[in-house]
């Protein structure tokens, strides 16, 4: 989501005439976009900002500029803490800089400003269509600083979609902190399985993916778009954050372990050769040992593409931090991680070394070392050699090596670099 914002303020700073430089040295405007989920986190912002104060001190005319979770609604204690900041804006509030920048350059910026969408945006490109969660994990600082959850209007989405289809963008990650209760809030009620429907039917787009679920919102009816759509890819990203019931209580997660399991196994059923991916957080206040077991057992049992782990850590103003003492050591919090990690590895590689001998298509994406590098539609990363086709190609790949993180593998004989994508099934023939 960060990233989304970046691009998006990006795109109104390059509508008014500035343009991109590689080193902060060279900018005239500088924004730090900040996240604060973790301390980890919060302290590479703090270092960050630090490091900006010469570059300002040596250039006082120079604007810097502090966006995303690290703002609150109120700026006093980080105005005192950080002087030297021109402006401080909460996420997808980009007004203040704007308006700056606007008064810098003598300029309406409203009146020069049109879509957000990424100007030159790469292959692949986030589009949010939902901001803010009403969920209240007791964990999670998101909601005190992206507030209430707030759906773009389906018309909007599909419109910035297109242009970045002009623009040369072949997939798309919609994104919401709780992207599938997207359009709950809107007045006609649509929901995420008729965007997907939507998005299906543009000409060129070739991919459609979809970030984060939550399990009270991943409804039959999106599942089966996802089955059913053939632009949307069989990739879901469902948190689950604990595999015991109380503690899934005491984080405010609205399910148990086994309703998770159920909705795995329907999820499974409905698509398949889906992949699937969640997130874990080990050392939440309260766990004991038998209680991380269960996290452990869940992740052996259901073998996930990918495992997101992270240790507790408290953040000022949620529910856990006022009410709960961090009571899991910082040494045990990391054995946890360490060895969940080395579970999830070890059932990566066995996932990975069956595709050995198969055949994968890919999106090119880039170049790293020399190799193209794309990602399957299930999310694996691919590199192989150079084939003569380009960015944004899709190429059928023989995996011929596999790690727990990647693949690696060469064009298969007879492929071309252009692909036809499927018919597409209209938003109608959904409802229907």
């Known amino acids: 989501m960060n990233q989304a914002d970046s691009q998006r303020l990006a795109s109104a700073l390059e509508q008014l005439g500035l343009h991109s430089v590689d080193r902060p040295h060279d900018a005239d405007v500088i924004v730090l976009n900040s996240c604060v989920v ?73 009146g020069c400003v049109g879509s957000l969408a990424a100007t030159h945006p790469d292959v692949t490109c986030y589009v949010p269509i939902i901001h803010g969660c009403d969920l209240m994990c007791s964990f999670c600082i998101i909601p005190y600083r992206r507030g209430r959850q707030v759906s773009r209007p389906l018309g909007e989405v599909v419109q910035e979609v297109e242009l970045l289809v002009r623009r040369g963008v072949k997939e798309v990650t919609v994104l919401g902190q709780t992207v599938d209760a997207y359009g709950h809030d809107l007045p006609e009620q649509p929901d995420l399985a008729d965007l997907l429907a939507l998005l299906n039917d543009i000409k060129g787009l070739e991919r459609i993916r979809f970030l984060t679920s939550h399990p009270s919102y991943m409804s039959q009816r999106i599942i089966q778009a996802v089955a059913d759509l053939p632009k949307v890819c069989e990739h879901i990203n469902l ?40 997130d874990v957080i ?102 192989f050699p150079d084939s003569g086709a380009g960015m944004g190609s899709l190429v059928d790949v023989l995996v011929e090596k596999a790690s727990p993180w990647s693949l690696q593998g060469s064009v298969a004989a007879g492929n071309t670099d252009q692909r036809t994508t499927p018919s597409p099934v209209t938003a109608e023939a959904l409802r229907r």
């Open 38 to 110: 973790r301390q980890s986190a919060e302290d590479k912002v703090v270092g960050n900002l630090t490091s900006m104060k010469p570059l300002k001190t040596n250039r006082p005319d120079r604007v810097l500029a502090l966006m995303g979770c690290k703002v609150g609604a109120k700026t006093d204690d980080l105005a005192k803490q950080f002087p030297y900041v021109d402006v401080f804006m909460r996420p997808q509030q980009y007004g203040p800089l704007l308006d700056l920048v606007g008064q810098r350059l003598g300029v309406d910026w409203e």
């Open 239 to 278: 948190p689950v954050q604990a595999g015991d019931d109380q503690v899934l209580e005491r984080m405010r997660r609205p399910y148990t372990q086994g309703q998770y399991r159920e909705l795995i196994h329907q999820i499974r059923e409905t698509i398949p050769g889906v992949s699937l991916s969640t």
């Open 282 to 383: 080990v050392g939440f206040p309260g766990e004991t040992e038998a209680q991380y077991q269960r996290s452990l057992e869940l992740i052996s049992e259901l073998r996930f593409d990918k495992v997101h782990t992270a240790a507790y850590s408290q953040r000022p103003e949620t529910i856990a931090f006022r009410t709960m003492d961090d009571d899991v050591s910082q040494e045990e919090k990391a054995r946890r991680l360490k060895e969940l990690d080395l579970v999830q590895e070890n059932i990566l590689r066995e996932k990975n070394e069956t595709l050995v001998g198969q055949q994968v298509e890919v999106l090119i994406e880039g170049r790293k070392k020399g190799k193209w590098q794309g990602r399957t539609r299930s999310d694996k990363l691919v590199f």
